[in-house]
């Protein structure tokens, strides 16, 4: 099972936004509750997210699981946003551990 997280709001950081409370989203990809299948999420992680003034959303992804991820960590803090889409993955075989699998989603 994927976990989701979608915000608009005021304008803060991904760090906060993804890490920054007591259940935040990267605290649900390793120690998850009510989760039926799987014991983690593990498969990759992904967030989009609007810049004021640009024209189409930034998009980040990898198929690591998101707590093992600290190159985007130490960006984080620095992205701010008022719009924002993550998941974290939990793959079903036979769907393949990898980014192309990962959410946000674009085309074109």
């Given at each position: 099972m994927c976990r989701l997280l979608g915000y608009l709001g005021v304008e803060r950081s991904l760090a906060d936004l993804?890490?920054?409370?007591?259940?935040?989203?990267?605290?649900?990809?390793?120690?998850?509750r009510r989760q039926q299948h799987g014991t983690i999420n593990a498969d990759g992680w992904g967030v989009g997210w609007y810049v004021e003034g640009a024209p189409t959303p930034a998009r980040y992804r990898t198929e690591r699981p998101m707590w093992s991820d600290t190159s985007f960590r130490g960006m984080a803090a620095q992205l701010c946003t008022r719009l924002a889409v993550a998941e974290v993955r939990s793959a079903t075989p036979p769907a393949p551990s990898e980014e192309s699998g990962?959410?946000?989603?674009?085309?074109?």
């Open positions: 993804l890490s920054g409370e007591a259940h935040a989203l990267e605290v649900q990809s390793w120690a998850p990962v959410a946000p989603f674009v085309d074109g």
